[in-house]
């Protein structure tokens, strides 16, 4: 298996209250990917990272941010929850994705806004 | 505008029975197209691929097909077995896009023994 670990697993937070969930990888993969799944909606993505500090946009990205410092490290940070963030939320690596290779999903985080 | 259809929320098979799975894109600039199989309450996990240069690819159980005038993709499992139940999710890649990937809303198949 693949070494991406996400963390929390599980995490209920209250409106309004800052979030942030965190993915580890231990293989180098230049390509980081966080995506949200929810009902009847597949895979979106939020954002990703093709590299230490270069992050862009996905196709779901109002209400997140993320940051890349190490290789190894991408967090997604919710500045303030909302109800419609609730989610199951995967982070994902890839080597080259631009050439074909399939990516890794981590265990996935499911968040819960009360 | 969804780039990545797939029109089957759900299919059921007999097990031993051949299952197809169907995909539909919109946008010619995509340079892979790759399957991936996800249980419940686990990331999804990646089963096969294809290059847009080929029409098909086959490993093992799993075949794909690419039918680049139709904008369309099929993924054949034969045999099926119970095991293979699970939401499958089709996905496409353009190189000059980040490799970012574009997925679909996934099929839920469920094999019966």
């Known amino acids: 298996d693949a070494g991406i670990t996400q963390s929390p697993r599980h995490k209920v937070t209250e409106t309004g209250t800052p979030v942030t969930l965190r993915c580890h990888q231990t293989e180098n993969h230049r390509y980081m990917y966080w995506y949200r799944q929810d009902p009847g909606h597949g895979l979106r993505l939020i954002h990703y990272?093709?590299?230490?500090?270069?992050?862009d946009k996905g196709e779901v990205s109002d209400g997140y941010s993320v940051s890349r410092s190490k290789t190894e490290d991408f967090l997604l940070t919710l500045e303030s929850a909302t109800s419609s963030q609730t989610s199951v939320y995967f982070c994902?690596?890839?080597?080259?994705?631009?050439?074909?290779?399939?990516?890794?999903f981590g265990q996935g985080t499911r968040l819960t806004v009360v | 505008d969804q780039q990545v259809k797939q029109n089957s929320p759900s299919l059921s098979v007999q097990e031993g029975r051949i299952s197809i799975l169907n995909c539909d894109y919109t946008?010619?600039?995509?340079?892979?197209f790759l399957w991936y199989k996800k249980y419940p309450a686990e990331g999804p996990t990646f089963l096969i691929s294809i290059s847009s240069i080929k029409d098909k690819n086959e490993d093992g159980r799993f075949t794909v097909f690419l039918n680049k005038s139709a904008k369309h993709l099929s993924l054949h499992i034969v045999p099926s077995q119970p095991g293979d139940s699970a939401v499958y999710f089709c996905?496409?890649?353009?190189?000059?896009?980040?490799?970012?990937?574009?997925f679909g809303d996934g099929t839920t198949l469920t094999v019966k023994p």
């Open positions: 990272s093709y590299g230490v500090k270069d992050t």
């Open positions: 996905a496409a890649t353009a190189a000059a896009n980040a490799g970012k990937s574009t």
């Open positions: 994902a690596i890839s080597a080259s994705p631009g050439q074909g290779t399939e990516a890794f």
């Open positions: 946008n010619s600039m995509f340079d892979y």
